[in-house]
């Protein structure tokens, strides 16, 4: 079968500083690259790192990279990701919904003009985070292209089925969802190296309590909360230190916040990781954190990810992460937007080292 994929970001081969992406699109790479290895002849819709079109291709999967022009809220615009897929013949059309309208009007274009069925996952949806209009009136837009594909759509995945009735947009769609879990590839997380010798590659101290979040620096994902919980952990745990790691439209504002709080010195910003150094990061760990603050937290693969490295879990209760994080067993649920409960938890892992072992 040839399946199209369309997707904002598809990861690069190589780590390629200037083109960022999340959870939802690494999601898309592993589905990709899992269904060419099945004998599917796979195409690849998405934007490039650069303002020039190209063309990859590596046995049954082929990648359309289509010329960033300019850079709106962080999203790229690349208008020849509408038009010229349609250059190619699929059999059925698959779009990733994650953060930005191209990709989504470039689907539904060509699942109405070719006639072919279209399968979305639903990766969150995506709630007005700032005060400007400028981001208030794009979100608008945005999730008005989002409604449209959803009506349009043959068939919804959803990646937690506890997340169907938290979103705003999935409740009225019951009738043609399906609820498919994310997955990670557990050989990438494989690695032959011991803590201390993750947090010496990496340049971490090996003699600290290491809190880790790794994700976008974006309001949604609540790094501002748990800037505000390190005061109580280090008035308790004075040997702890916070790895923030990932880039963001929040990294200034963030910073701004750790000298404010005078934390400085116990938070180190390692800026965005790419993916064959993301195992060390985790692995460096004592505890992960995930404190989102919207339902737009569909799933939060992080917490997967940590997981396979044996991190024990601190994430807020909202959105589908209870699908995933079991409150006791693998970790902490705590409310969002609560600084307190989330030092309290944070706290509770750091000085129980028996029971970070069993989570």
């Not at 200037?18 to 819709?45: C, P, Q, S, T």
């Not at 990438?188 to 990496?202: T, W």
């Not at 985790?282 to 954190?289: E, K, L, P």
């Amino acid at each position: 079968m040839r399946i199209g994929y369309f997707v904002h970001r598809f990861p690069y081969s190589n780590a390629t500083k200037n083109y960022k992406y999340g959870g939802g699109e690494v999601v898309a790479y592993n589905l990709a690259i899992n269904m060419a290895k099945r004998g599917h002849d796979i195409h690849v819709f998405t934007t490039s790192a650069t303002y020039k079109d190209s063309v990859e291709k590596n046995e049954n999967i082929t990648v359309h990279r289509y010329g960033t022009l300019a850079q709106i809220l962080q999203r790229g615009i690349s208008p020849n990701l509408i038009f010229k897929p349609l250059k190619h013949e699929v059999d059925i059309v698959h779009v990733h919904i994650g953060s930005s309208p191209l990709e989504l009007i470039a689907a539904l274009l060509y699942t109405k003009l070719k006639k072919k069925p279209l399968v979305a996952t639903y990766h969150g949806d995506v709630i007005p985070a700032q005060k400007s209009i400028t981001y208030r009136s794009s979100v608008w837009l945005y999730n008005v292209v989002v409604r449209k594909v959803l009506d349009f759509a043959d068939v919804i995945i959803s990646p937690s089925e506890y997340y169907i009735n938290e979103s705003i947009f999935l409740r009225k769609y019951h009738d043609k969802i399906v609820s498919i879990p994310n997955g990670i590839n557990l050989e990438d997380f494989d690695i032959p190296y011991s803590k201390e010798e993750c947090r010496e590659k990496l340049g971490l101290p090996t003699d600290k309590k290491i809190i880790l979040f790794l994700g976008v620096l974006h309001p949604k994902k609540g790094p501002d909360i748990l800037l505000k919980a390190m005061p109580k952990v280090i008035s308790i745990i004075p040997d702890s230190e916070l790895v923030i790691a990932g880039d963001g439209i929040m990294r200034r504002e963030l910073e701004e916040l750790s000298e404010k709080l005078g934390i400085n010195d116990y938070v180190n910003f390692a800026g965005f990781i790419p993916e064959n150094l993301k195992p060390l990061y985790y692995n460096s760990a004592d505890v992960f954190c995930l404190p989102s603050i919207m339902t737009s937290e569909s799933f939060g693969i992080v917490n997967l990810e940590a997981m396979v490295c044996g991190v024990p879990v601190v994430a807020s209760k909202i959105g589908g992460v209870p699908d995933i994080v079991k409150d006791r067993e693998n970790g902490l649920l705590v409310p969002p937007k609560d600084p307190d409960a989330l030092a309290d938890a944070i706290i509770y892992l750091l000085e129980n080292e028996d029971v970070r072992k069993k989570m």
